[in-house]
């Protein structure tokens, strides 16, 4: 093998610092991915990989949104069951209040005072109706219409079923003079059952719809985390392998340093042969 000893053309440095630079290069890789968390940062990592991961963040975006209305939804069925539940819960006391208006061997001074709180329960009903209102939207009142929701990313809806007779009804009952012990038993078996037999209804609907958002919110939570998981298996970085070569290469670059710096001490050694 032939010795170059030219002190124009120095092989040995430029075999190093070809060396070096690629060492460089790689630290370089390396030490992006320990700072980022991503082996795929950008395209210029890998054009591919970034394209299809791009993809799938935006989809993990629109899917965020979609759980953002089926949340926002399930508040809204939500206090209308409140509110439906607290109407349920006091028609025990108008039904009570109805028994006794029925019974006819009760005072003129006593069915006033009844009179009264059957009026006052009515009256609270209605406010509980009123009051079962989220982000503007309401499900029980006369003027209610029922709410769609997206339910993924193919544009399937949801639906929470406006129940307008609640209110309807009761302002039926409301309506109604109570002056008579026949009239109040014709109440019971009438506007009173029949308000009774809609908030059932407005209950098992709603709660059944309520269900329902619930069980697609859980869903697409987990198709969400999944898609999570896929998007790291293509651009997170394996820290501790990332952290290993680190040093590695580290180690590499120092010692092609000292390698280059011999080699350019070579022009000086055959310049001492003519001092």
Do not use: C, W
Request: glycine share 6%; hydrophobic share 45%.
């Amino acid at each position: 093998m032939s010795i170059n000893n030219s002190v124009f053309t120095n092989p040995s440095a430029f075999t190093a610092l070809r060396s070096l630079n690629k060492i460089n290069q790689r630290l370089d890789v390396t030490q992006n991915r320990v700072s980022t968390g991503l082996k795929v940062a950008s395209s210029l990592d890998d054009a591919s990989a970034f394209a299809v991961a791009q993809g799938i963040r935006g989809e993990i975006r629109a899917l965020d949104s979609v759980i953002q209305g089926l949340n926002n939804s399930k508040a809204v069925g939500k206090v209308a069951v409140a509110g439906a539940t607290a109407v349920s819960d006091l028609m025990i006391d108008i039904r009570q209040k109805l028994t006794e208006l029925a019974n006819s061997s009760i005072s003129t001074a006593q069915r006033t005072i009844i009179l009264n709180d059957y009026g006052e329960l009515l009256s609270q009903a209605a406010n509980f109706v009123t009051n079962a209102t989220y982000n503007g939207f309401e499900l029980l009142t006369s003027g209610a219409t029922s709410v769609n929701t997206l339910a993924n990313l193919g544009g399937a809806q949801l639906t929470l079923t406006a129940q307008p007779n609640v209110k309807n009804h009761l302002r039926s009952l409301a309506g109604i003079t109570i002056n008579t012990a026949v009239n109040a038993q014709s109440v019971i078996v009438g506007q009173f059952t029949t308000l009774e037999a809609t908030v059932g209804a407005a209950l098992g609907t709603i709660g059944a719809e309520v269900r329902a958002l619930d069980l697609q919110t859980g869903f697409l939570e987990e198709l969400r985390d999944t898609s999570q998981v896929g998007l790291g298996n293509i651009v997170d970085a394996d820290l501790a392998r990332e952290s290993a070569k680190l040093t590695s290469q580290q180690i590499q670059q120092e010692l092609s340093v000292q390698t280059l710096s011999i080699a350019n001490t070579r022009p000086q050694t055959i310049l001492s042969l003519f001092r």
